[in-house]
């Protein structure tokens, strides 16, 4: 009885049901390609149970619960099943659950002219006369 499957990674053997950390990152979509999900290894940015896991060869399995930084958004996953391909998107959602909704640490910044209504097309002369004395440029 064999309890360990093949990767095809350099003909190294992965205990069966784990799985590299950058394939899955990438197999369940976090990442777009596998050098990006090792890039988000290495910075830092994927954490297990408060442990930052530096190394993308690093196995998770499923019961895993991970913490993603992803740019402004964390999100935290646990490990559902390991990924065989990188399928559709809902096919990547079933490799993992989202108990809590991602988290945004930023709050997103508004354009420095101010907010607009859509539809409203563009400022009138007016306008922009009004904006400047709001700024406090010269009239």
Same mark, same amino acid.
């Given at each position: 009885?064999?309890?360990?499957a093949p990767d095809g990674a350099g003909g190294?053997?992965?205990?069966?049901? /784990?799985?590299?950390?950058?394939?899955?990152?990438?197999?369940?979509?976090? %990442?777009?390609?596998?050098?990006?999900?090792?890039?988000? %290894?290495?910075?830092?940015?994927?954490?297990?149970?408060?442990?930052?896991?530096?190394?993308?060869?690093?196995?998770?399995? &499923?019961?895993?619960?991970? /913490?993603?930084?992803?740019?402004?958004?964390? @999100?935290?996953?646990?490990?559902? /099943? &390991?990924?065989?391909?990188?399928? &559709?998107?809902?096919?990547?959602?079933?490799?993992?659950?989202?108990?809590?909704?991602?988290?945004?640490?930023?709050? &997103?910044?508004?354009?420095?002219?101010?907010? @607009?209504?859509?539809?409203?097309?563009?400022?009138?002369?007016?306008?922009?006369?009004?904006?400047? @004395?709001?700024?406090?440029?010269?009239?």
């Amino acid at each position: 009885m064999h309890d360990k499957a093949p990767d095809g990674a350099g003909g190294a053997d992965i205990p069966a049901g /784990a799985q590299r950390l950058d394939k899955w990152l990438w197999y369940a979509r976090f %990442c777009k390609t596998r050098t990006l999900a090792q890039a988000l %290894c290495g910075a830092g940015h994927v954490r297990r149970d408060g442990q930052a896991l530096l190394k993308p060869s690093t196995l998770v399995r &499923p019961g895993d619960e991970l /913490a993603l930084l992803l740019g402004p958004v964390q @999100r935290h996953v646990v490990v559902r /099943a &390991p990924g065989t391909r990188r399928g &559709p998107a809902p096919e990547a959602q079933t490799l993992y659950d989202e108990p809590t909704p991602p988290v945004r640490l930023v709050d &997103p910044v508004a354009p420095p002219g101010g907010v @607009r209504e859509a539809g409203s097309g563009r400022p009138t002369k007016k306008d922009r006369r009004a904006l400047d @004395r709001l700024r406090g440029g010269d009239e």
